[in-house]
Antibody, heavy 122, light 107 residues
Framework: QVQLQESGPGLVKPSQTLSLTCTVS??????????WSWIRQPAGKGLEWIGR???????NYNPSLKSRVTISVDTSKNQFSLKLSSVTAADTAVYYC??????????????WGQGTLVTVSS | DIQMTQSPSSLSASVGDRVTITCRAS??????LNWYQQKPGKAPKLLIY???SLQSGVPSRFSGSGSGTDFTLTISSLQPEDFATYYC?????????FGPGTKVDIK
């Protein structure tokens, strides 16, 4: 059973960089046809896709965040990471990592982490 | 970018009711439409992928239909554990977009 677990600081100061890591267990991050994504959800609001990375290292980002986002992968640690720079209070949200199935022309998020709350405040 | 809308934004229903939620895309997305269920404090859970395919382990009372721009999620007989928020998501092209959600609560 694949499991994803987010980790990182729960409090980030305005203008600083938010850094989160997602550790994948129960399977290799390098195997299969998967993208690895970050998605966030402000309190009481909907879901926003931030971006994704393939194990080859290729990335796609949401244009609304692209100038501030970097997603990377460390296959040796079975982890992928999110960096979001120049954060403001608007970046306060629960951040989820998720696996995206990409096979046979099907794309969907089949496994999710439990989510981690990141608050931007001084 | 493709924008997703949902209706209604919320509904009240009773156990045993048939519930229908609608999702619309701003342009044709063929059948690249997924549905998720989210309960408070939990991560979303995949219910339906490719518009009408039931994810493994999901009860058969959930079904999806549609293609192009208009899609529907139906719960044939609402159960107590189904009270949650439901989101559609287009997987036709990035940036992926989720609908704003439909909250289903107890009448």
């Amino acid at each position: 059973q694949v499991q994803l677990q987010e980790s990182g600081p729960g409090l980030v100061k305005p203008s600083q960089t938010l850094s989160l890591t997602c550790t994948v267990s129960g399977g290799s991050i390098s195997s299969g046809s998967y993208y690895w994504s970050w998605i966030r959800q402000p309190a009481g609001k909907g879901l926003e896709w931030i971006g994704r990375i393939y194990t080859s290292g290729s990335t796609n980002y949401n244009p609304s965040l692209k100038s501030r986002v970097t997603i990377s992968v460390d296959t040796s640690k079975n982890q992928f990471s999110l960096k979001l720079s120049s954060v403001t209070a608007a970046d306060t949200a629960v951040y989820y990592c998720a696996r995206e199935w990409e096979f046979s022309d099907l794309y969907y998020f089949d496994y999710w982490g439990q989510g981690t709350l990141v608050t931007v405040s001084s | 970018d493709i924008q997703m809308t949902q209706s209604p934004s919320s509904l009240s229903a009773s156990v045993g009711d048939r519930v229908t939620i609608t999702c619309r895309a701003s342009q044709s997305i063929s059948s690249y439409l997924n549905w998720y269920q989210q309960k408070p404090g939990k991560a979303p859970k995949l219910l339906i992928y490719a518009a009408s395919s039931l994810q493994s382990g999901v009860p058969s009372r959930f079904s999806g239909s549609g293609s192009g721009t208009d899609f529907t999620l139906t719960i044939s007989s609402l159960q107590p554990e189904d009270f949650a928020t439901y989101y559609c998501q287009q997987s036709y092209s990035t940036p992926y977009d989720f609908g704003p959600g439909t909250k289903v609560d107890i009448k």
